[in-house]
């Protein structure tokens, strides 16, 4: 299996390049990682897209490891001819359904950060697993910390610190890994 | 009073001295078995009392008494104090606790320190906790409650804390949600932390402390017209109205009253603790000022709805509210 870091590591590699597609299979399992645009394009005025210029992949298990077939989809000379279709497909439904949100499961008020001196427990970009402390929600002295419950990279904090927070409201939204 | 409490009285009076039996039961006009009694129950409770035959009884180190594994084992509980860990000195019983609780403590595990060099109120705000002068504790509880009642056990314990201090005939007040008051002064505080797992509550560390034998010069200045300790409150009383507890002795009462209101409010519900919370209630039907995140309101302070709630009659309408710390006026 690719591990968070090494996904993290290659994320890295194809911002910072001038590609816009990096394939990679090992084990039988298959890593797909796009961009819509190289690395130097600057994102058109107006028409932003909630992350666009950001790199968007997904990690796709094979149902039979190492079966020949999968390895001969994998060879890039055939992508390379329909460029268009893939591409859409990523940056449209599949990368929202990755999306998961972190509801309040209490009435009460958010805290980012332990106290008012400390860094917050998470900030964008931070990566999370499911015993990660993401917040503390506060309801009559009762300080009660808020896990993640799934792993993933925070990619919006959708309330303000010192804020009173319903049940069920979302708190973070998370791109999840799984 | 009790034969045992007019008992504890008069060695308390003459402590470091001696008292014989004889002279107890003259004085008290009960049997020299009555007395005996009295002191055995007395000893059980974690009172340090020596017994020297041709000189009688006498209470030792009754101000700044360590605590002592003997305390734990005389206790009359089923679960709560049975797993605990004691120390001289901590940083913070609740960082100790939690890091417990992680480990797999069980539900009722205790730890006390007789000072705390780091002791936290909330939002890591600090808390005097000066060598041997109160209780330091923190609880681990694992009540398997839904998190979206949670919020109802620092009501639950402030209710134990007031029925513990009331045992020594003391008459606490509980302003919402957590703190424990004598005339108008904080004798008592409560910090819980809890952690989640989904929509249950794993565990919650209840963090305690209370102030028993400070002198007004043991409080931080910015404290000394808010804080007050149980001696503080036995001797402004003209000593009369209350008996001042050894620390032991408070602690094995206090674990005994939060282990009796916890069970009670996990076998039933908030709202058969509702009233026990409300007669005690500080600043029932006066104009308060509750200050909530960035939010101050003012208004009438109703009490408590159903689910431990804070109700506010302010000049426009009703308010719930579910956050918040009364001001001090």
Redesign the interface.
């Known amino acids: 299996m690719f591990t968070l870091r090494e996904i993290k590591e290659l994320i890295r590699t194809l911002d910072a390049s001038s590609l816009t597609h990096i394939e990679l299979e090992r084990e039988g399992e298959r890593l797909v990682l796009k961009k819509d645009h190289p690395s130097a394009s600057i994102v058109p005025a107006g028409s932003y897209t909630g992350g666009s210029t950001a790199p968007t992949y997904s990690s796709v298990p094979s149902p039979v490891p190492s079966a020949p077939q999968l390895a001969e989809g994998s060879v890039p000379s055939g992508d390379q001819t329909q460029p268009e279709a893939p591409q859409k497909t990523v940056s449209a439904s599949p990368a929202e359904d990755q999306i998961t949100l972190i509801k309040s499961?209490?009435?009460?008020?958010f805290?980012a950060a332990?106290?008012?001196?400390?860094p917050p427990y998470v900030n964008v970009g931070d990566t999370v697993k499911p015993d990660t402390?993401v917040c503390i929600i506060?309801?009559?002295?009762?300080?009660?910390?808020?896990?993640a419950?799934v792993e993933g990279t925070i990619v919006d904090i959708l309330v303000q610190n010192?804020?009173?927070v319903e049940?069920g409201q979302p708190l973070f939204k998370v791109r999840t890994t799984s | 009073m009790t034969v045992k409490d007019q008992v504890y009285a008069r060695l308390l009076e003459l402590s470091p001295r001696y008292v014989s039996g004889e002279a107890l039961a003259a004085s008290l006009g009960v049997s020299r078995t009555a007395i005996w009694k009295a002191i055995r129950a007395l000893k059980e409770e974690g009172l340090n009392i020596e017994a020297r035959h041709r000189h009688g009884y006498r209470l030792l180190e009754h101000d700044n008494r360590l605590l002592s594994e003997d305390h734990f084992t005389r206790l009359r509980t089923q679960v709560f104090g049975k797993a605990y860990r004691l120390y001289t000195e901590v940083e913070s019983t609740q960082d100790i606790a939690k890091a417990w609780a992680n480990e797999g403590a069980p539900h009722g595990a205790v730890v006390v320190s007789e000072r705390q060099t780091k002791g936290r109120g909330r939002l890591s705000r600090n808390w005097s906790s000066p060598s041997g002068k109160g209780l330091w504790l923190s609880v681990i509880l694992r009540p398997g409650c839904p998190l979206s009642v949670a919020h109802q056990l620092p009501l639950v314990s402030a209710v134990a804390v007031a029925r513990s201090l009331e045992h020594f005939g003391f008459g606490p007040r509980l302003k919402w949600p957590n703190d424990v008051m004598i005339v108008d002064r904080k004798v008592a505080g409560m910090l819980i932390e809890g952690q989640g797992e989904l929509d249950r509550l794993k565990y919650a560390v209840l963090g305690i402390g209370i102030n028993v034998l400070q002198s007004a010069d043991d409080f931080p200045e910015a404290l000394r017209t808010r804080a007050i300790s149980l001696k503080m409150a036995h001797e402004e009383s003209g000593e009369r109205f209350y008996t001042l507890p050894t620390r032991p002795q408070l602690l094995m009462v206090l674990l005994e009253r939060l282990e009796e209101e916890i069970s009670r409010w996990e076998n039933e519900s908030f709202a058969m603790l509702q009233d026990d919370w409300l007669k005690r209630a500080w600043r029932l039907h006066e104009l308060i000022e509750l200050s909530s995140g960035r939010e101050r309101v003012r208004g009438r302070f109703i009490g408590i709805d159903a689910h431990g709630y804070a109700l506010l009659q302010t000049e426009e309408e009703l308010l719930t509210l579910t956050s918040g710390e009364i001001a001090f006026q």
Do not use: Q, S
């Open positions: 499961p209490m009435v009460g008020t805290y332990p106290n008012p001196d400390a402390v506060e309801a009559m002295k009762l300080f009660n910390e808020i896990v419950d010192g804020t009173l049940y």
